[in-house]
């Protein structure tokens, strides 16, 4: 009987106003077996996160109720949503949008009309350095763990203290 390995599939985040760009976002992630949720505003998307913490945020910047920045500026000053990678969805390719953007910190923009294969390996693309950076955390804990147990070990040793 052939084991199965349970897998947790990623939670993408797509903040959208239009329900129809938003469905055809969420397919093309669901197709590429992301599971998605969805939210016409800011406002919304805030109330969804006090929920669940997904691993992407994908949100339209022109928006009712809370536009794209608003919203953007609300995930960083939470200290629980400031690692989860954050890209701009726009219909305008202005520079003065995209550099405001870019001074508050946004990772990348992605200009309407969407091409799934470019929202798909952009996705990858910054869960594979959230993956990288977890790991390289995880190896330097391992090491200072190491590091503390070697000290505890010789201060208690009297022939190899201050050795």
Do not use: C
């Amino acid at each position: 009987m052939p084991v199965t390995i349970p897998t947790t599939k990623r939670i993408i985040l797509v903040v959208e106003d239009s329900a129809q760009i938003r469905g055809v976002i969420s397919r093309a992630l669901e197709l590429e077996n992301y599971a998605t949720v969805q939210a016409e505003n800011g406002l919304q998307a805030l109330h969804i996160l006090k929920q669940i913490t997904p691993d992407f945020i994908l949100s339209d910047i022109n928006m009712p109720r809370m536009d794209g920045i608003e919203f953007y500026k609300n995930i960083r000053n939470n200290p629980a949503w400031t690692a989860i990678p954050f890209v701009f969805l726009t219909s305008s390719s202005s520079e003065e949008e995209i550099q405001h953007g870019r001074e508050l910190g946004v990772e990348d923009y992605l200009v309407k009309p969407i091409d799934p294969d470019d929202l798909v390996r952009i996705i990858k693309a910054r869960l594979y350095r959230i993956a990288e950076v977890e790991t390289a955390q995880v190896g330097q804990a391992y090491l200072d763990t190491v590091k503390v147990l070697a000290n505890a070990i010789e201060g208690r040793d009297r022939y190899t203290r201050g050795h």
